[in-house]
T-cell receptor, first 114, second 113 residues
């Protein structure tokens, strides 16, 4: 069964600190992996998209890595800000007979304190 | 350019009632999607469409129907609402397939009692 597991479930850090969120998946065949940021009460917003051949991608203070061999990804946030408080969701897409099958993780809830 | 819009924002339904959740996008995207997000759970794909007149089932399609008569609109129909359909529903769109960024609407919070 395709699964996407994220850790930790929740994380509290101080403003200005760095943090790393983890995503392990069993989705196969792999198409791509995305990280989303979801603020409370809003829809998810894409941070990065990575295909099989990409092992790192940055978007400002957000850097995602992908190890397709071990089926692991991480999202590193540098110099956190209060506005980084949100849920971060890892999504792995599978191509199955031309159909689009995404598997969403449950997300990591990040709280940044001043 | 409004992006992806959804109406209504909130709705309370009684068991057995029906309703249509509206979704529209003004980005001329070919692909549109409907997801549901239950508390503490990951989003699950209900239905998606790769273009006007073409729809396909996702992971959890039972109890829902969709249509795509235009590129812009992708309504989701709930027939005979059940408490298990209490959830937050998100519509999304993308220019093309899975390698393209998906843009999400603000969501519709539905409660069935």
């Amino acid at each position: 069964k395709n699964q996407v597991e994220q850790s930790p479930q929740s994380l509290i850090i101080l403003e200005g600190k760095n943090c790393t969120l983890q995503c392990n998946y069993t989705v196969s065949p792999f198409s791509n992996l995305r990280w989303y940021k979801q603020d409370t009460g809003r829809g998810p917003v894409s941070l990065t998209i990575m295909t099989f051949s990409e092992n790192t991608k940055s978007n400002g203070r957000y850097t995602a890595t992908l190890d397709a061999d071990t089926k692991q990804s991480s999202l590193h946030i540098t110099a956190s800000q209060l506005s980084d408080s949100a849920s971060y969701i890892c999504v792995v897409s599978q191509l199955a007979g031309g159909s689009y099958i995404p598997t969403f993780g449950r997300g990591t809830s990040l709280i940044v304190h001043p | 350019n409004a992006g992806v819009t959804q109406t209504p924002k909130f709705r309370i339904l009684k068991i057995g009632q029906s309703m249509t959740l509206q979704c529209a996008q003004d980005m001329n995207h070919n692909y549109m999607y409907w997801y549901r997000q239950d508390p503490g759970m990951g989003l699950k794909l209900i239905y998606y469409s790769v273009g006007a007149g073409i729809t396909d089932k996702g992971e959890v399609p039972n109890g829902y129907n969709v249509s795509r008569s235009t590129t812009e609109d992708f309504p989701l129909r709930l027939e005979l609402a059940a408490p298990s359909q209490t959830s937050v529903y998100f519509c999304a769109s993308s220019l093309s397939g899975t390698s393209y960024e998906q843009y999400f609407g603000p969501g519709t919070r539905l409660t069935v009692t």
